[in-house]
């Protein structure tokens, strides 16, 4: 498999979402994304895109990108994630280590930044095109995705 980095800009995503704080649990990451399931099923909403990121250190959120009318209800906040320049490589996990593909990104935004061709790096996030626990193709086209901005030309 042949995995190579690219910057480019994403479109915006209008989502429902659930944050909390504490360890790592993917058990509880699994258990939020079905509440957010269960919750637009039940407004009849149609769902896209599967959104993981970490906003701050120990905080969670998992995010789910809905299509109609919805307003937050609690504890589910509706909320959009603006259109972004982004670090990005799509990978699937069965094949290409998770820390290899995140330690290998790092470094390469670290050059990207030494060259200025991007001048900072935000925070990360992991987009899955559905259900990554029951579909494996979704798994497989993991897209892992560092907000960034660009640099000025040089000269």
């Known amino acids: 498999m042949v995995v190579d980095f690219e910057i480019k800009t994403v479109r915006a995503f209008r989502v429902?979402?659930?944050?909390?704080?504490?360890?790592?649990?993917?058990?509880?990451?699994?258990?939020?994304?079905?509440?957010?399931?269960?919750?637009?099923?039940?407004?009849?909403?149609?769902?896209?895109?599967?959104?993981?990121?970490?906003?701050?250190?120990?905080?969670?959120?998992?995010?789910?990108?809905?299509?109609?009318?919805?307003?937050?209800?609690?504890?589910?906040?509706?909320?959009?994630?603006?259109?972004?320049?982004?670090?990005?490589?799509?990978?699937?996990p069965k094949v290409v280590s998770a820390p290899l593909v995140y330690h290998a990104l790092a470094d390469w935004l670290r050059w990207r930044r030494r060259d200025r061709t991007i001048r900072s790096v935000g925070g990360y996030r992991e987009i899955y095109p559905g259900d990554p626990w029951k579909d494996p193709r979704a798994l497989a086209r993991t897209d892992v995705q560092f907000v960034v901005r660009r640099g000025r030309p040089k000269g």
């Not at 990451?29 to 009849?44: D, K, P």
């Not at 895109?49 to 998992?62: D, G």
């Not at 307003?71 to 799509?90: D, L």
């Open 16 to 92: 429902a979402a659930l944050r909390w704080t504490g360890p790592w649990s993917d058990a509880r990451i699994h258990r939020e994304f079905g509440r957010i399931m269960a919750w637009a099923r039940i407004r009849g909403l149609r769902t896209g895109v599967w959104i993981f990121r970490e906003p701050a250190a120990r905080t969670w959120e998992v995010a789910v990108e809905i299509r109609g009318a919805a307003r937050s209800e609690r504890p589910v906040r509706v909320k959009t994630y603006p259109a972004a320049t982004v670090a990005r490589v799509v990978y699937d």
